[in-house]
């Protein structure tokens, strides 16, 4: 700048209002429809999961939960927020606990009292590890190092 005058900030603009984020944030249409989407792969992820640990053991076992552990931070990381998470959580819950109803019969779904067991406490403690867990960080974020 050559002609010596100096750019100062307006001090007659209005103070804005800071933008409201998380659970104070406006509704969002397409925010509720994926959570609804992400509640209904969380049910059908319980109710194959429910297929799955009852018909091979030890193995199908790990694979419910892995789909369970993949659902919950997918969401996580989709969405952004732990209600991403918290989400399909919600949908597996659901669908599980309606599948431990049982039939007029007398069966039920689940196989063994043991794989039953490890999957609530399983899926539920993936749920929880998936909420809980810090922000992941930003997508081209500085790292803080120079020269990279």
Known sequence: MSSGKQRR??????PREPVPTGLAAPLNPGRIGAYLGLAVLGALVGLA???????WFPGGLLLALV??????YGGRILIGTQVGSLAPAAGWLISVIVLLGGRPEGDYVFGDELG??????GGMA???MCATMSRSPQQGAD????GK
Request: aromatic content about 10%.
């Open 9 to 14: 900030p307006r001090s007659d603009a209005p």
């Open 49 to 55: 999961g429910a297929f799955v640990q009852a018909a």
């Open 67 to 72: 789909a369970c552990a993949g659902l919950f």
């Open 116 to 121: 039953l067991i490890l999957f609530m406490l």
């Open 126 to 128: 993936v749920a929880v």
């Open 143 to 146: 790292n803080g190092r120079p």
